[in-house]
C-alpha cells in the first residue's frame, strides 16, 4: 500500500510560486509514476501534470506549459510541483497520485489508485 500526503498549498497573489511536495509512504513507490490533477467546485478532475518513475519523461497539460515543473526524489519519496507564474484560474484543490496499473494513462484519472487528500491553492488578483 501506498499513502500519499500533498503540503505546501496556499494564498499567493497572482504572478507568484508556489511549490507542493506529495510525500509518500510506501517501499514501491519509487517504482510508480505520479500524476498531479486539480479540481474546482462541482467541476471534473483536470490532468496537471505527470512523471514517470525513473523522472525520464514528463508530461504537461497546455494551460500549465512553461508554467509548472514535476520533480522527484525517490530517495525521500517525494515528488514536488513546481508552480510560476500563478494565475487566479490556477485556484482549485491540487492531488497527487501514483500508479501501479499495468494499463498507465498519464493523464486518465482512472489510471491512478493510489491518491492523497489533496491541498488547496488560491491565487488572488
Known amino acids: 500500500q501506498v499513502q500519499l500526503v500533498e503540503s505546501g498549498g496556499g494564498l499567493v497573489q497572482a504572478g507568484a510560486s508556489l511549490r507542493l511536495s506529495c510525500a509518500a509512504s510506501?517501499?514501491?513507490?519509487?517504482?510508480?509514476?505520479v500524476g498531479w490533477f486539480r479540481q474546482a467546485p462541482g467541476k471534473e478532475r483536470e490532468f496537471v501534470i505527470a512523471i514517470t518513475s525513473s523522472s525520464s519523461t514528463t508530461y504537461y497539460a497546455n494551460s500549465v506549459r512553461g508554467r509548472f515543473t514535476i520533480s522527484r526524489d525517490n530517495a525521500k519519496n517525494t515528488v514536488y510541483l513546481q508552480m510560476n507564474s500563478l494565475q487566479p484560474e490556477d485556484t482549485v484543490i491540487y492531488s497527487c497520485?501514483?500508479?501501479?496499473?499495468?494499463?498507465?494513462?498519464?493523464?486518465?484519472?482512472?489510471?491512478?489508485?493510489?491518491w492523497g487528500q489533496g491541498t488547496q491553492v488560491t491565487v488572488s488578483s
Open positions: 497520485a501514483a500508479s501501479s496499473s499495468s494499463t498507465y494513462y498519464h493523464n486518465r484519472a482512472y489510471s491512478y489508485n493510489y
Open positions: 510506501g517501499r514501491t513507490f519509487s517504482s510508480y509514476p
